[in-house]
């Protein structure tokens, strides 16, 4: 089976590379894919060296699967082109996700939504895969009433750039920012660029992606994103009011039986998720489940993951997986 990775030299990328290689998917050949200024590039794949080629030349071989990561505006450009020539795309931008005519996905979700017909399938946003694999399951036990959130983001969501403007903060060196302001030592309250109602992008992201996937616009969400020193795993401080009665107790057991989450959530022994634990990993961790003692049936959880595995890759190759499952010949 053919399958091409566009970005295959971002963070995602090559994410993306190590995922499908340890998840065993059958490819057949596969054609890494970039801009112009990356072709000639090498990536390795299952410990073989490829050569990145433009995203022209794989749209000519005419792959069963692309999963992109290139960016917004290359997958507007180049993804219906991938799908007019029968190659179906999983998108890992936020070119696609609002779109009406486009499914938008977390396989253990909201698989159902996709037709043999989709030749476009949006990856969701790396903060509300992790925050939908947990309160998924509480909204359909329980419904939820309103969600409010804090992030705490790591910089490899920003990307490569992001990653060196903190490297070279710690090592003292002047360069190129990717931030308006230091992120070493600090947090900043800015993910994604300001709208006219004051949010930033990623935060409206987690409202709108939310209640798209969850198939509920009557949903109250509200969210804070915050970028944060941290070189990998998202972190989630959420609080939610559900419909229907619930306890602590309830959620745990819950929790515990969802497939992809983990519990960890011990205080008397000191458990609980941390992105440092997190890292590599492609589960979505959960804990300090704890009663709101200030309003009725509300609870409050902290929710991690590894933005660059279930928050990006894995997400995109388990969609690729179920795809072939059920739309493969």
């Given at each position: ?31 890494p ?10 990536v ?6 490829y ?24 997958s ?5 082109k ?5 190659t ?19 396989p ?38 309103r ?5 705490y ?32 030592k ?7 660029v ?26 109250g969400?509200?969210?804070?994103a ?12 959420v609080?939610?009011?559900?419909e229907?009665?619930a ?9 515990h ?18 992105p440092?634990?997190s ?13 709101d ?16 595995r ?20």
């Open positions: 089976m053919k399958i091409a990775i566009a970005g295959a030299t971002g963070m995602v990328g090559r994410e993306l590379l190590k995922v499908l290689a340890q998840r065993g998917l059958p490819v057949s050949e596969l054609i894919a970039a801009s112009q200024k990356s072709a000639g590039k090498e390795e794949f299952n410990g073989k060296k050569k990145v080629v433009p995203l022209e030349e794989a749209l000519s071989q005419k792959p069963v699967l692309a999963l992109f990561s290139p960016g917004g505006s290359v507007k450009e180049w993804a219906p991938f799908a007019a020539a029968g179906t795309v999983i998108d890992n931008s936020s070119a696609w996700r609002m779109d009406k005519n486009i499914p938008l996905v977390v253990e979700i909201n698989f159902e939504s996709i037709s043999a017909n989709d030749r476009i399938i949006a990856n969701p946003n790396c903060s509300t895969i992790q925050l939908l694999m947990a309160l998924a399951p509480l909204h359909r036990e329980y419904g939820l009433k969600v409010v959130i804090s992030t983001q790591s910089i490899t969501g920003t990307g490569k750039a992001a990653v060196q403007q903190l490297a070279n903060e710690r090592a003292g060196i002047t360069g190129e920012q990717a931030y308006p302001y230091a992120i070493d600090n947090c900043l309250p800015h993910c994604d300001f709208l006219d109602n004051d949010y930033t992008k990623e935060e409206m992201k987690l409202v709108n992606e939310t209640r798209k996937i969850l198939g509920d616009d009557k949903i969400v509200t969210a804070t915050v970028r944060v020193p941290v070189e990998g795993g998202h972190s989630e401080s609080n939610i009011e559900l229907k009665p306890d602590v107790a309830a959620i745990r057991k819950l929790m039986e969802t497939q992809g989450v983990v519990l960890q959530d011990n205080p008397q022994m000191n458990m609980y998720p941390m440092l634990t890292q590599g990993k492609d589960e979505v961790f959960v804990g300090r489940i704890r009663k003692e200030s309003h009725p049936n509300a609870f409050n959880l902290w929710i991690v993951a590894d933005n660059l279930k928050g990006a890759a894995t997400n995109a190759v388990q969609i690729a997986e179920k795809w072939l499952g059920r739309f493969g010949k």
